[in-house]
């Protein structure tokens, strides 16, 4: 048995390395690996990471929810225990989807439940051609998490997401990519390659901005058109005054390559 704990994160050049590590159980989650999900999040809060990495040890990414776990308890204990886990899960999808660093998330095998939210809320999703997709949460009884009825109602549109919630339908890479609910589909031995090309090259990119803009994205799925417009005159101007604008536009006009400070350093 391993002695690694569930979830680990190093940092390398810039890039956070989170990988979940249950790769016996199909990466399931159980209360251990949801809080280290929720810890692994924090720290790529730190001023070294400007990229985020998230994959699953193993053949497959995620399966969801470790129902072996869960069927050890009853009732009120059950209820509780469930709190638990969905609360440190929830914790670690506020932290990765509201933080500065784009977060890439690399997708092979098998992906249900939990792991559909865990995928949906990454900026890029590229996952292997022989990947599949499936919620499974009615077909148990059970009722949806992971954001997955926030996120993929946005990502599909809500018609398709309740389709995809109600049967329970499993889809393959090449059909989650035309819907929408993945990125890239790349060929299983290109995965691990083209997922650390993507996060290298936004490491090297202007964290502050990145972060800006994934915090605008999401605001704009839920307030009006006016609010919004605010909210994007705010941030350019701050955006453009902040040494990443001051050096990306020194870099265009001088014609060479932007060298953008990490963006709590700068």
């Known amino acids: 048995m391993s002695d690694l704990p569930a979830v680990t994160v190093e940092v390398e050049d810039h890039v956070a390395h ?14 251990e690996l949801a809080r280290g999900l929720r810890t692994a999040a924090r720290r790529c809060h730190g001023q070294d990471v400007r990229a985020v990495l998230l994959r ?4 497959s990414f995620c399966v969801g929810g470790d129902l072996r ?31 500065d660093a784009p977060l890439v998330a690399e997708v092979r095998g ?35 998490d992971a954001g997955t009825t926030w996120l993929l109602p946005r990502l599909l549109g809500p018609k398709r997401a309740l389709e995809l919630l109600l049967t329970n339908r499993r889809i393959s890479a090449p059909e989650a990519a035309d819907l929408g609910l ?32 994934r915090r605008l994205v999401l605001a704009g799925l839920s307030d009006g058109l006016d609010a919004q417009l605010d909210r994007e005159a705010r941030s350019v101007a701050e955006a453009a005054a902040s040494p990443e604008g001051v050096e990306g ?5 001088g014609k060479r390559p932007a060298r953008f400070l990490p963006a709590r350093q700068a």
């Open 18 to 31: 989170v990988v979940m590590r249950r790769a016996a159980r199909g990466n399931a989650i159980d209360l």
């Open 56 to 59: 699953g040890e193993g053949r």
């Open 69 to 99: 776990e869960f069927s050890s308890f009853r009732g009120e204990a059950l209820k509780e225990h469930l709190n638990e886990v969905t609360g440190a899960l929830h914790d670690a999808l506020r932290t990765f989807l509201t933080m």
């Open 110 to 144: 098998a992906v249900a439940g939990a792991g559909v939210g865990l995928a949906a809320a990454a900026d890029l999703t590229i996952v292997s051609a022989d990947a599949t997709f499936l919620l499974a949460y009615t077909g148990i009884g059970y009722t949806p």
């Open 182 to 213: 993945v990125t890239t589909v790349v060929d299983p031995e290109r995965l691990r390659e083209e997922t650390e090309r993507v996060t290298a090259t936004l490491a090297a990119g202007a964290t502050g901005a990145f972060g800006a803009t």
């Open 249 to 253: 536009v020194a870099a265009f006009l």
